[in-house]
């Protein structure tokens, strides 16, 4: 590539931050020349270039001062003395207080979620407190309900991981054994019931791994929210703290629901409200669609570092009768229309097989744990995720993309709201 790379260099005083944008089709390289500095909590190394690819926006704060190399191309690129992030660390030391006396009391360390409407930096906020924690030796558990975007798995599913070191600075948390359940749809409004089932579900295998590890346990539970906070949105959160048993919810510049959680939430558990940060960026619509199709070709093709991918899916041939395809949810139906004793609502919650034919062109689709039709699918988790990208109604084949070269794990696969079309970007 011919492309024009300028270089600049910014000194940062104690408590400032330099937060950029990548311009589109670009992409910018940064190294840490002096001093210590971190990115959403991960330390940055000197000397070590990081790359960062189209469309990141990235704040490098430093708590001593120090000096930073940009090179490439940025949309916009600043100093900001003027940041949350001493609250931020105030609140990690109160939950470290509480991890402490759990170690000593054997009790169970903090719950803690995050809410807060959309673009608020909730998710850059978990992802701190995990690295954090992280750092100093902890293993939280990182559960992220948010449906739209997705950072354990993709979008459309939930997911959790155990965080034992802080995240990569360009790849985000390192996903060992992460833990996904299937919803289908990028918005918990499509499907409340579902949704709200796999919460309970998630919570349930929490509950479940924090007894088996003390460590986990005791470095507690962060979790991350989508940000539909009205009307059902609201009841949604309620039943996620609910399920969890959280101890804190942190409230991302939203005095409204601060006020709503304090009147509902029971004693035990504290509501804080917490400024967003300056540099958070606000997504239209379009750029979070955006977003989520990068997630989904970020599962197949990994992270891009220096412009190249890190791995590649693997397209195969399978006979239409190796596979069985089912979508979650039919659509409701008056009640008088239903079986007897069946409500409607008992709809939502219904496998449906569906067909093999054009309409699932291009759609991504879970593959279930579930041992059969029998077993309960909508509750098993997910083994990954594959792109129906063909198909051929004569030899009755699809042709799918894998992110391995191994046979299909399971054979019931649950198909998603989500399309991926496998072109470069
Ligand atoms: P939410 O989870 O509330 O939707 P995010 O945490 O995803 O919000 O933040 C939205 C975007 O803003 C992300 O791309 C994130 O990298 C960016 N961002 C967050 N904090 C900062 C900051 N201090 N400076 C620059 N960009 C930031």
Redesign the pocket.
Known sequence: MSEEKSVEEYRLNADE?L?FEVEANASVQMELLEGMAEVFGSELTKGKVYNFDQGS???VFTWHGCLIKLQGRTEVAYVAKE?PMVMYINTHAALEQMREKAESDNTRGPRVMVV?P???????LTRLLCNYAARLGRAPLFVDL?VGQGQVSIPGTIGSVVVERPADVEEGFHLNAPLVFHYGHTAPSTNPQLYKLIVSRMAEVTNLKCEKQRKVSISGVVI?TG?WIKGGGYDSLKHAAGSFEVDVIIV?DQERLYNELKRDMPEFVKVILLPK?G???E?NQHQRSDARDSRIREYFYGVKINGKDSFFPHPMDIPFSSVKLYKIGAPALPDACLPLGMKSQDNKLKLVPIRPGINILHHVFSVSSAASVEDNVIESNTLGHVVISGLDTEKETFNILSPSQNPLPNDILLILDLQFMDIEI
């Not at 959309?118 to 850059?124: A, F, N, P």
Request: zero cysteines.
């Open positions: 931050e937060r926006k990235v704040a940041t807060g959309t673009d608020v930096g909730k998710s850059t948010d991350n940000g991302l940060s540099g958070v960026v997504r």
